[in-house]
């Protein structure tokens, strides 16, 4: 599942016209700045990432929405709410901004505010910040005001690096996953002999590499790795990093009552860490931010990237070497059986293959998209120029699976 399948929508140009602001009075319900506002018990959301949006809405039970922020060092915040799906009617917000008060424990009154921003009902606060942590309350403008939005923290500066830890993307045990700011949980099930069938075959064998993670080395076969384990079920939890635009898919299990399992990356299977006594061991992913856009519509067009050479390419005998490799790979993607170029193209849309060479003029760095059509959706690889090494998969037009970091 996509990230961007969260955060977008299409609509026809004709459903923007809802898009109208009722008449504004003053605020209703202002919270007080000299106090630390705990009557309004927010529903709390936890760690909010920064560069992440995060959506809610505005409900008769949930008037009051709560994110946290930690810097290690002096930054500069940039917090906007905006709509939550393109087209929407806006919803009037009001952002209010704290910090945590070490001496007292407790958040204090709040250090900023903002309720309309330039000519929109929506909220901005830019601000230059020191190291602490921070806390984000969203209402509504009336106390009637109800509707979706999203709450975007963007930062740039040193203070903006994680505060601690080791530099794993996942922390530095399982637990942590679950309250990661850098992460969103997409699925979680229990797999058990009864609904193994359920994971598709790649992912039963990494199911058994995680059981060989503890002390059953030996296990040949998925059915056998759950017969070793506690209770004999594993927890599978399908992650996606946003800033990244990577997804893993996590196996952890218990074995004498400890926990164990790996994490594995979703587009190369590789084990990225394993779990040992709950502890993570053997981490070799940090957080990072991907350099190419959301969808191969936005890289065509990225001012980030100048084009250096674009073909369509109709016939196999087009490609050879290296591009004939990149070629089947992509084909692959929407149909695995395909073994020769001419099955890809004739499973591609109009018998077409688009060729694009790009360089993203920051970095200098040179990549190969190999994009077509795929039953009226965009499909396709990005590679490092000249080798099979992956920098992205479009899939459903998206991006994901990046390797192009910052």
Known sequence: MRIAMFCTALFTLSSIGCLTDEPKGEEEELLDDSKADSHLRPTDHGAIGFATPAHAAL???????????????????????SYSVLGQRRTDTVLYLYK????????GPYIARNDDHGSSTYSRLDRELTTGRYRVIVKGHLASTLGKFKLTVGCSGAGCAPVAGDGCLFGSTYGEIEGNPDLLQINKTK?????????????????????????????????????????????????????ARRAFIAFEYGAGDNSYGAIFDRHSAQMVTNIHDGDLENCIVARETCLLPEDWGLLKTDPAFATESARVVTLASDLTGVAAEQALLAFTLSNPTITTLAEGLAHADDNRLNLVSLRHRPTGARIEVFEYGAGDTSVGRIYYR?????????????????TLFE
């Open 59 to 81: 409900t008769a039970s949930e008037r009051y929405h709560a994110w946290t922020f930690e810097l290690s060092g002096d930054a500069r915040v940039d917090l906007t709410t």
């Open 100 to 107: 945590f008060k070490e001496s007292t424990t407790s958040w």
């Open 191 to 243: 797999i058990t002999a009864a609904n193994l069938g359920t994971l598709l075959v790649p992912d039963q064998q990494r199911l058994m590499l995680a059981v060989r993670q503890s002390s059953h080395t030996d296990v040949m076969t998925p059915e056998e790795a759950l017969a070793r384990v506690d209770q004999g079920e594993v927890n599978v939890t399908w992650l996606v990093e946003p800033a």
């Open 386 to 402: 000249g080798t099979t090494n992956r920098a992205g998969v479009i899939n459903d037009l998206f991006i994901e699976g990046c």
